[in-house]
């Protein structure tokens, strides 16, 4: 069982940043898997935000925060970070990270463990 668990939300003004960890915990390794941000607002579906990709360590964005976020992967302290600059108001949603077993997790389906959410507030 992966268990994955997020941290690092928090209230921020518009302008600001802040950085997401997601530690999995246990017997899970990272290094296996393609892992993923992905964020949820209240009342809409949950949506891609940002993943790097299993073994290349690729990553990929969403158009909405290309340029102002930032994954990456630290395997040996089996964590992954989401770093948000320029934040904006309509970046306030609930952060997921999520784990895939295939090379690259870009999806919501494609994704195979979750953790439970970090809420991300951005004031105007």
């Known amino acids: 069982q992966v268990q994955l668990v997020e941290s690092g939300g928090g209230l921020v003004q518009a302008g600001g940043s802040l950085r997401l960890s997601c530690a999995a915990s246990?017997?899970?390794?990272?290094?296996?898997?393609?892992m993923g941000w992905f964020r949820q607002a209240p009342g809409k579906e949950r949506y891609f935000v940002a993943a790097?990709?299993?073994?290349?360590?690729?990553?990929y964005y969403a158009d909405a925060v290309r340029g102002r976020f930032t994954i990456s992967r630290d395997n040996a302290k089996n964590t992954v970070y989401l770093q948000m600059n320029t934040l904006k108001p309509e970046d306030t949603a609930v952060y997921y990270c999520?784990?895939?077993?295939?090379?690259?997790?870009?999806?919501?389906?494609?994704?195979?463990?979750w953790g439970n959410g970090t809420l991300v507030t951005v004031s105007s």
């Open positions: 999520a784990a895939s077993r295939l090379e690259r997790g870009t999806w919501v389906p494609l994704m195979d463990y």
């Open positions: 246990g017997r899970t390794f990272i290094s296996n898997y393609a």
């Open positions: 790097i990709s299993r073994r290349d360590q690729i990553p």
